[in-house]
């Protein structure tokens, strides 16, 4: 008994010792904690008035919204973001786009498709040049304008149309056509130029003003099913070798002004000029986004080619042909002349050259003003002519000189067609002597009018009044004494004055 009460006191007390140390672990422990919590979470109050280090250790990062400038608007990121996340273009080629000034001179069917790209990319300042209103005939090519603008100045319908995909833009307008006295002036205001018109006389004034003004020029042309395209003065000349090359480098010489066509006389296929119109844009975003004018090598500013600053510029005709295979082909060209009168060193062409009008454009591409060639007595009006032949009572032979294709678009009952293009053919170079068959077509007409006049029709009553010399010249036909004249003004004239139903193309 005595040893199982021994045994108890002695696990007794082995508890009461394993509690108190419990006890003062507990203690301890708690001042530990204690300890911890007064570092991590110091009392505010205490803080300002102690010297002790509160400083987390390791620190914790503290982040904070504060105002700040970015170099975009907010909304421009998203806007241009799908382009400027491309290396050839990144932030700095988009803040580029967006200082720079743009002039497109003509809102055609190549300024539309060219100001529209170039609107959506984001450049700073877009200027429009045209002096034109807008047409029916417009509207298969030209998407800027619409058929509830019929009338407008087309610069004015692009502008209301290019606000809306893109208000951002700076839009100047210049309703009028560019002329030796103002295209200086207006260019001068631009950091690069797009050629969008049609005819040699514009070509050759807005390059020999960029040379002048020294700004980079994007040149295209669209006729048929083809087009073409050229960078010129790239980088812009002072008159060195190695500077960019201008249209007279390319073309010294104008062609014949009876080998001009332009899209209303030989027709175009409206994505065909679209595609050169993007082609356009596609290239002044090049340069502008390249910061500096293309060289003659690939180069980039930095090793990790974040930004491209610039592609090969070789002197080189790009051409496009719809219905070729493949339709692309670059022409390499001999590039400038270093006789060239606008952009050599010893250049002629001035400013005050172009500005007193002492070169007269005009001339020089061999422009005339409309065809009066014939005397009165061999010329008739549409409206004369429909009295004399009084719906065919009285014996004659119309012959339409139009090509085939217009003549089966639309032309006048009983009329014989006869193009121009086949009309005469070469003896030794005689343009003068009629075919054997198309003398007898001549001769013999529809069976009716062999002794009776003649008359030419084409449709404005150019190629018709070319006709008539020709024929009344050709000694094959001049013992006839038939009478040989032409109508004036042609079928756009029968239209106007005969027949308002018949159509206009």
Not at 121 to 129: H, K, Q, R, S
Not at 179 to 198: F, G, H, N, R
Not at 242 to 266: D, H, L, Q, T
Request: aromatic share 6%.
């Amino acid at each position: 008994m005595g040893h199982r009460n021994s045994a108890v006191e002695n696990l007794r007390s082995e508890i009461d010792t394993l509690e108190a140390q419990v006890a003062r672990l507990r203690t301890q422990l708690a001042e530990v904690e204690s300890s911890t919590t007064s570092k991590i979470l110091p009392n505010p109050n205490e803080a300002a008035s102690s010297n002790a280090d509160t400083t987390l250790d390791p620190p914790i990062a503290s982040y904070q919204t504060i105002d700040r400038t970015w170099p975009l608007d907010v909304e421009d990121y998203k806007r241009y973001g799908r382009q400027m996340i491309m290396r050839e273009i990144g932030l700095e080629g988009q803040l580029r786009l967006k200082d720079a000034a743009v002039l497109i001179v003509g809102v055609g069917g190549l300024g539309c498709p060219a100001a529209t790209y170039l609107a959506g990319a984001g450049v700073g300042t877009l200027g429009l040049v045209d002096g034109d209103t807008i047409e029916t005939s417009n509207l298969h090519r030209q998407f800027l304008h619409a058929s509830d603008r019929i009338g407008w100045l087309k610069v004015t319908s692009a502008i209301e149309s290019l606000k809306q995909p893109n208000p951002k833009v700076h839009y100047r307008a210049h309703t009028f056509h560019l002329e030796p006295t103002t295209a200086l002036s207006i260019i001068d205001q631009y950091d690069l130029v797009l050629d969008c018109t049609d005819h040699p006389t514009s070509q050759y004034l807005i390059s020999d003003a960029v040379v002048i003004a020294g700004k980079p020029l994007v040149s295209a042309s669209a006729l048929r099913t083809e087009g073409q395209l050229l960078v010129l003065n790239n980088p812009p000349t002072n008159g060195g070798r190695n500077e960019g090359f201008c249209y007279r480098c390319i073309f010294p010489r104008p062609p014949p002004m009876e080998s001009v066509v332009i899209c209303g006389e030989g027709g175009i296929l409206g994505p065909v000029v679209g595609v050169m119109g993007i082609l356009m844009a596609t290239e002044a975003i090049k340069i502008i986004a390249a910061g500096q004018s293309l060289h003659t090598t690939s180069k980039t500013d930095n090793k990790d080619n974040s930004n491209v600053t610039a592609l090969a510029t070789i002197p080189s005709l790009l051409i496009y042909s719809a219905y070729s295979s493949p339709p692309f082909r670059s022409i390499r060209l001999r590039g400038k002349r270093p006789n060239c009168p606008s952009c050599s060193a010893s250049a002629s062409i001035t400013s005050q050259v172009i500005i007193s009008g002492s070169l007269d454009y005009n001339s020089f591409c061999g422009v005339a003003p409309a065809l009066n060639l014939l005397p009165i007595n061999e010329r008739v009006s549409a409206k004369e002519f429909k009295e004399k032949v009084k719906d065919g009572g009285n014996a004659h032979t119309l012959v339409d000189v139009r090509e085939r294709t217009q003549y089966d678009i639309c032309h006048l009952e009983d009329s014989l067609n006869i193009p121009f293009s086949k009309l005469f053919s070469h003896d030794d170079g005689d343009e003068t002597v009629i075919g054997n068959s198309t003398f007898q077509q001549l001769i013999d007409g529809d069976g009716k009018g062999q002794n009776g006049p003649l008359y030419f029709i084409c449709r404005f009553g150019n190629d018709s009044q070319l006709a008539v010399p020709k024929l009344r010249n050709s000694p094959s036909f001049a013992s006839t004494g038939r009478l040989v004249q032409d109508i004036i003004g042609g079928l756009a004239a029968w239209r106007k004055e005969v027949d308002p139903g018949f159509p206009e193309y």
